[in-house]
């Protein structure tokens, strides 16, 4: 494959992408943070972890199109900006190979792909801060008590915290632990956009990149193959600090191949 005869109109479902993720990221802004500094709508919206009481089946799609804010810290706008680069220098020969539905249909199931894993990881590592919490006598119920409080204000989430702990002495750190792994939100399109660059690494194979951080032409197969090695690598490291969900990016890349692989099976690609 290759770009000849290609025009230079952007395709309707990466321009459509675009603009509804400039949308949310506007509303975001607009709706403001709640007391504990964190985003209304991300934590509406946001992907949270299974067990959590502000996990919503709605969240598994809507977390696709919300990214950082204001709040996110210096450098915020890189999280939207790398995305949506990559959806345009990327997501428009693609959908211009597989045609409007197939590619929206490839980008939702990718960003599920992705949604999929990072949510299985999340609940596996999960449930050794579960098992602390119960050995120390309260339970996961208690736990999500006092999330429900904090929606309200953190004297009452505290509240719910001293009432534990005159229940259960010595449960204070387990469940402070469990309380902050279920405020966790996933926020950002990034599985779905790993996606596209599988598709790119796999329809579009020897095309060559250059790339800012490595001056030097380099095939999309490799540039794919590397990155995914690399976001492997950092998702089993997973050093202090690192808020990445690198194993939605994994997620994203292991959909996409497969995806990929089927329909050119089918030949329909």
């Given at each position: 494959?290759d770009?000849s005869g ?9 321009k ?5 993720n ?5 509303l ?15 934590n509406?919206?946001?992907l ?8 919503k089946?709605?969240q598994?799609i ?5 990214h950082?804010g ?8 890189w999280?939207i900006l ?9 997501g ?5 190979v ?5 590619f929206l249909?490839y980008?939702?199931l990718?960003?599920?792909?992705a ?17 602390e919490v ?8 208690d736990?999500?008590r006092m999330?429900?409080a904090?929606?309200?204000s953190?004297d009452d989430a505290n509240m719910?915290?001293?009432?534990i702990?005159q229940?259960?002495p ?8 469990l ?18 660059l599988?598709?790119?690494?796999m329809?579009f194979p020897n095309?060559?990149l250059?790339l800012?951080?490595?001056?030097i032409p380099i095939?999309?197969?490799y ?5 995914g ?5 950092s998702g089993?490291r997973?050093q202090?600090?690192d ?9 994203g890349?292991i ?7 089927h329909?050119?099976?089918?030949n329909?690609?």
């Amino acid at each position: 494959m290759d770009f000849s005869g290609q025009t230079n109109r952007m395709p309707v479902v990466v321009k459509n992408l675009l603009i509804i993720n400039g949308l949310m990221l506007g509303l975001k802004i607009a709706m403001g943070n709640d007391f504990m500094g964190r985003s209304i709508l991300d934590n509406w919206l946001g992907l949270h972890t299974i067990g959590s009481p502000d996990f919503k089946p709605w969240q598994v799609i809507t977390h696709m199109f919300m990214h950082a804010g204001p709040n996110g810290g210096p450098g915020w706008y890189w999280h939207i900006l790398s995305n949506m680069f990559a959806l345009w220098m990327f997501g428009m020969p693609i959908e211009r190979v597989m045609g409007a539905k197939r590619f929206l249909n490839y980008y939702l199931l990718c960003g599920l792909g992705a949604a999929a894993l990072q949510m299985g990881v999340s609940y596996y590592e999960t449930q050794a801060t579960v098992a602390e919490v119960q050995a120390s006598g309260a339970t996961v119920g208690d736990v999500q008590r006092m999330v429900e409080a904090s929606h309200v204000s953190m004297d009452d989430a505290n509240m719910v915290l001293n009432d534990i702990a005159q229940q259960h002495p010595g449960s204070e750190a387990a469940v402070q632990a469990l309380f902050w792994d279920y405020n966790g939100v996933m926020i950002g399109a990034s599985g779905a956009i790993f996606g596209i660059l599988i598709a790119f690494g796999m329809l579009f194979p020897n095309v060559e990149l250059m790339l800012l951080f490595l001056p030097i032409p380099i095939k999309a197969k490799y540039f794919v193959a590397l990155y995914g090695l690399w976001e492997l690598f950092s998702g089993v490291r997973q050093q202090a600090g690192d808020n990445v969900a690198h194993y939605a990016h994994l997620g994203g890349l292991i959909f996409g191949f497969f995806l990929i692989r089927h329909w050119k099976r089918k030949n329909v690609l």
